[in-house]
């Protein structure tokens, strides 16, 4: 009844290929499975650092919760995928395109839409931001039905190989860009006058007014900054996940609870809030059990919210 | 022409006193849209073909669709309108464990004949629901199909299971874990998973370390190929992956051929299991671009079931229950007959075939009785 393998015929893909460990430091199993998932941990909390960031931006510059976050997420992924199906342009290389394309659409919402609501009570703002979210999500699904759509690059389901762990290739460039775009970011706001300027208006709106900052066109700045971060991150996770019309709600929860959790409009704390999620989730789903990561994740963001309401890093809102 | 002149006469003498031609209302409940609509597409394909081959033998079917979006309580609220409000005679659907069972119990209260076409949770049967009629097979064989089939192939000592919490993934992973028990295989891990997470890599990692000889995956579309992918990332090997169905049998799950060789699922249907599947195989492709899934057929042969009796009957509801428990079919699924047995009430007996993806397509490995190709056993490592 048995065949044994035959042997495939073509190329021989050998995994990792690199590092090989060295006699003496072999790790024990269970502290490779820990190791393991701090690292897989923070490599996705990388990504969803960068999704809290833009958040965490419009809402600091604006003081609007965009909760259509992840539907630009969601848009960003399509864009990949678009990409990436038509065109052969690799996931990494379209954000390129996906950001500038993510950061004129964000604009245009901004100014459309949610500048209208500036001045409007809070719910109004939510109801608005829920509306465009529910909009674009069922755009998508007219455009491109609700089949679930997987990007497969040469280099999907590679990996390092660390001394026995294993470093996901795509994760691990995802998170390389994270950085990269997080640097440059940090560098924009400390070093430039616009950078400044978007500071200031977080600050205080009106001071920066007075100053003579042009606070709409700042809005509309930061808005697009922050949508074209979204799609970046969609373009980043788009080789290791799946993409359909619906996965901006799961990210946009994800975003609202690191930006929260890091203080809200605190970009070093939504930095810090994505790392924190991304490593609760993975050592959750080891040491309690996959299907409740997110029950841990809630109850340590409630207990967070009982003992430092204003987050991490946030300044108490006066 | 008077064969046919005699069957109309006959529904006329039954029922319907101002049709020449049978006309029957049919509810169906489906996830049209919701995170299990690249499925619930399958279904709502097989419900068309079957409703075209309805009409050339002259049952005039009006198909009532609902969308449930995967949510029981929405599926509910179908069900409650198309019983009291569309009025229809046979109810066929939802498509989730959770929803059917959820409508299972809605179709006893209005004594609405219900023919699940692929849900797969044991209890749906289970409740002595006399309305309920369930044509795939139940959640414990696609667990022993796939045991048994390991066990026929080589020497598993040990199994991990890895699956999501919902309806379908415990009762699949509970059935498999008693039958696993039974054979003498030890349960070295145990892990559920909330589906699109986006990183199973530590509970994989986990698993890894267990070292066990199978692998058991139950999930839902996309989640099955992250789960593979990401244990071809931790170098997870055992002797073999099974996967539970669902996810693991798409046409999308088998394009992927990197992740997808030698991987093990069990199914409901494959369209080499007859000359009449071939056959519904070419008209699906023909009609809808691509392969169908056992969904399509089941939801196929779900729908015949139901028009063709419901039309015999009249639409009367009493007349369909008494005929579909009485009822014998047989068509793309083989022989169906729904029966009483071990606890299950109105249960189709599906012998579920083993089927292991080998260059990019699927061939059916087990049972001896269907066998189209020779197992690759043990699996011989990632590409």
Redesign the interface.
């Known amino acids: ?6 042997s ?1 015929p ?1 190329a ?2 050998i ?1 990792g290929g690199g590092v090989p460990a060295l006699a003496g430091t072999e790790l024990g ?2 502290m ?2 820990f190791l ?2 701090v690292l ?2 923070v490599l ?1 909390g990388g990504v969803y650092a960068l999704i809290g960031i833009g958040l965490t931006m419009i809402f600091g510059v604006m003081r609007v919760t965009n909760f259509a976050h992840g539907e630009l997420v969601m848009l960003g992924m399509y864009l990949t995928w678009g990409l990436f199906h038509w065109l052969r342009l690799d996931p990494f290389l379209s954000i390129v395109l996906v950001a500038p394309a993510l950061f004129l659409w964000g604009a245009f919402l901004q100014r459309a839409f949610v500048n209208r609501v500036l001045d409007a009570l809070p719910q109004n703002q939510i109801l608005l931001t829920i509306g465009l979210g529910l909009v674009m999500s069922n755009g998508v ?1 007219l455009a491109f ?4 759509r ?1 990007l ?1 690059t040469s280099y ?4 390092y ?1 660390l001394a026995g762990i ?1 470093v ?1 290739k795509p994760l691990l460039y995802a998170f390389l860009v994270t950085v990269a775009i997080t640097v440059l970011l940090y560098g924009f706001l400390l070093r430039t006058d616009t950078g400044q300027a978007i500071r200031a208006t977080a600050q205080d709106r009106e001071a920066a007014q007075l100053m003579g900052i042009n606070v709409r066109w700042t809005s509309m700045l930061a808005f697009g900054i922050g949508a074209a971060l979204a799609g970046a991150a969609g373009a980043l ?1 788009s080789p ?3 993409i ?1 019309p ?2 901006g709600s ?1 990210f946009t929860l994800k975003a609202f609870v690191i930006v929260v959790l890091g203080g809200m409009g605190s970009v070093v704390g939504a930095t810090l809030g994505g790392v924190i999620i ?1 490593l609760t ?3 959750a ?2 040491y309690i ?6 029950l841990v994740v809630f109850v340590l963001f409630l207990a967070l919210l009982v003992f430092k309401p204003s987050g991490l890093l946030g300044k108490t809102r006066a | 022409m008077s064969k046919l002149l005699a069957s109309a006469l006959a529904a006329l003498a039954i029922a319907l006193p101002d049709a020449g031609q049978a006309q029957v209302k049919i509810g169906f409940i489906n996830s049209i849209t919701g995170p299990e609509a690249p499925i619930g597409e399958n279904l709502t394909n097989g419900v068309d073909l079957a409703v075209e081959d309805l009409r050339k033998k002259g049952v005039n079917v009006t198909v009532v669709r609902q969308d449930d979006t995967g949510k029981p309580q929405v599926a509910m609220s179908a069900m409650e309108q198309l019983a009291t409000g569309d009025e229809v005679a046979v109810v066929v659907g939802p498509y989730t464990s959770a929803s059917s069972n959820a409508v299972a119990k809605l179709a006893q209260q209005y004594k609405v004949p219900q023919i699940v076409p692929a849900a797969a949770k044991e209890e749906i049967t289970r409740q002595g629901y006399t309305y309920v009629y369930r044509l795939n097979a139940p959640a414990h064989q696609y667990a022993q199909s796939l045991i048994d089939a390991a066990l026929a192939f080589g020497k598993p000592r040990s199994i991990a299971f890895v699956y999501e919490s919902t309806d379908f993934g415990t009762s699949v992973t509970a059935a498999g874990k008693a039958y696993a028990k039974a054979k003498g295989l030890r349960i070295v891990a145990d892990e559920t998973y909330q589906k699109g997470a986006p990183d199973y890599r530590s509970t994989l990692t986990k698993i890894k370390a267990a070292g066990p000889d199978l692998v058991f995956m139950v999930s839902y579309v996309a989640d099955a190929i992250l789960l593979m992918r990401q244990s071809r990332e931790v170098g997870l090997k055992p002797q073999a992956f099974l996967g539970g169905g669902a996810g693991f049998d798409t046409a999308q799950f088998e394009s992927e051929r990197d992740i997808s060789t030698h991987v093990f699922s069990v199914t409901q249907w494959t369209p080499e299991s007859s000359p009449a599947s071939q056959e519904f195989e070419r008209r699906y492709r023909a009609r809808f671009g691509k392969k169908p899934t056992y969904h399509a057929a089941c939801a196929y042969v779900a729908t015949l079931v139901a028009g063709e009796t419901a039309a015999k009957a009249g639409g009367d509801r009493r007349k369909i229950q008494a005929a579909l428990g009485s009822g014998r079919w047989s068509g793309i699924l083989g022989d169906v007959k729904f029966e009483t047995y071990e606890g299950f009430t109105n249960q189709n007996k599906l012998v579920m075939p083993v089927i292991q993806y080998q260059g990019g397509r699927s061939v059916t490995v087990f049972p001896p009785a269907v066998v189209k190709a020779k197992p690759v056993y043990p699996f011989p490592g990632w590409r």
Request: glycine share 10%; hydrophobic share 45%.
């Open positions: 009844m048995v065949a044994f393998a035959q495939v073509g021989v893909l995994l199993p269970r490779m499975v393991q998932s897989s941990g996705v699904m039905t609700s089949d679930y997987i497969t999907s389901s590679a990996s190989d294993s996901s996770i290791t996940y799946y359909f619906q996965v799961a991304g989730e993975s050592l789903a080891v059990a996959g299907g409740l990561k997110d």
